[in-house]
């Protein structure tokens, strides 16, 4: 199970990421802010997103609105001391399938969250996608260019794969980082930037037309 927890309250956070890893939940991804969850969330498909009704840079409620909008189709579990009826309506009715009041015990969490999990919310992804001249093979992990094949490294295909499946958003340096290598590998940002460079180069786009920098941001593919 891959699980992406909003939470700005760093002794829960914590402590909700190593009883759900020690109850063996392979993947956590933690982040503190409304606009952080919103980024991760679209960047990666989650069996799961646990999401803070109270949160900075962007609450809760209106994090999963936004993200409905946007047509994510992943499973949204509101987490909040907020009890009233009202307020689990609200939740509901901004898109969350399922909602915990704290505070709550760690195994409803996981039986929670494994109800969510499985139910059939991941999308299906295309196994060809053409993009210009150039054609991804996601099953084989290939990529073509005018049909002649080009040797990437598996982190280049990454990349590039990641950047197509979010043609129009700028994906910044930490959400690539924690999505090609994990967020806690000995990795700096200039190995990120190394590896766009590599993949520029082998696709032939020294002039940055197709991999375009967003200067102290990050990179994207426009649409």
Not at 45 to 51: E, R, S, T
Not at 113 to 125: D, G
Not at 195 to 203: F, G, H, S, Y
Request: hydrophobic fraction near 40%.
């Amino acid at each position: 199970m891959k699980v992406l927890l909003a939470e700005d309250d760093v002794y829960l956070g914590e402590l909700i990421v190593h009883l759900l890893k020690k109850k063996g939940v392979e993947h956590v991804d933690w982040v503190q802010e409304g606009e952080d969850a919103y980024d991760y969330a679209l960047a990666s498909f989650y069996d799961v997103i646990i999401l803070d009704w109270m949160l900075p840079n962007g609450d809760g409620v209106s994090v999963c609105q936004r993200l409905r909008k946007h047509g994510y189709h992943g499973a949204i579990l509101m987490l909040t001391a907020k009890d009233a009826v009202q307020d689990r309506v609200e939740g509901l009715e901004a898109g969350a399938d399922d909602y915990l009041v704290k505070p709550f015990e760690i195994d409803e969490l996981i039986a929670r969250l494994k109800a969510l999990s499985r139910r059939t919310f991941a999308p299906i992804q295309e196994e060809i996608v053409r993009w210009g001249a150039f054609e991804v093979n996601r099953t084989t992990h290939t990529l073509t260019k005018n049909g002649e094949q080009m040797i990437l490294t598996p982190r280049e295909f990454q990349l590039l794969d990641l950047l197509l499946q979010n043609k129009g958003r700028v994906l910044t340096r930490d959400i690539i980082l924690d999505r090609i290598w994990g967020y806690d590998a000995d990795v700096s940002m200039k190995t990120i930037d190394a590896t766009v460079k590599l993949l520029r180069k082998k696709i032939g786009d020294e002039q940055q037309q197709l991999i375009k920098t967003v200067r102290g941001v990050g990179y994207t593919i426009e649409k």
